[in-house]
């Protein structure tokens, strides 16, 4: 069974940074598509950061492209999202998923396993 566990939420003031980190356990397959999403309060959950874990291949939404930087960790199934210039449109509901890569895109359809989020809140 695989368990997707987030951390490094919290509170911050505009232009602060955070580092989330994420790691799923019980992942046995080769490789996997690792991603961060988002939900704000009354919106759509929205992708952040994907990287396929062969090769590091990253992509960004275009609303945190420049800002933040998605990496995968030295140990196995880790991965980080560095979030630098942080705004108070960036406060949501952060998740770290993880897919099969059979497809890796900034989609949730492509994820499989979820974690239960932590929250960050960019005051002005």
């Known amino acids: 069974q695989v368990q997707v566990v987030e951390s490094g939420g919290g509170s911050v003031q505009a232009g602060g940074s955070l580092k989330l980190s994420c790691q799923a356990s019980g992942y046995t397959y080769g490789s996997a598509c690792m991603g961060w999403f988002r939900q704000a309060p009354g919106k759509e959950r929205e992708g952040v950061a994907r990287i396929y874990s062969v090769g590091a291949n990253s992509y960004y939404a275009r609303s945190v492209r420049g800002r933040f930087t998605i990496s995968q960790g030295n140990a196995k199934n880790t991965v980080y999202l560095q979030m630098n210039s942080l705004t108070p449109e960036d406060s949501a509901m952060y998740y770290c998923?993880?897919?099969?890569?059979?497809?890796?895109?900034?989609?949730?359809?492509?994820?499989?396993?979820w974690g239960q989020g932590t929250q960050v809140t960019v005051s002005s």
């Open positions: 998923a993880f897919g099969h890569a059979r497809s890796c895109r900034l989609d949730p359809v492509d994820f499989s396993y």
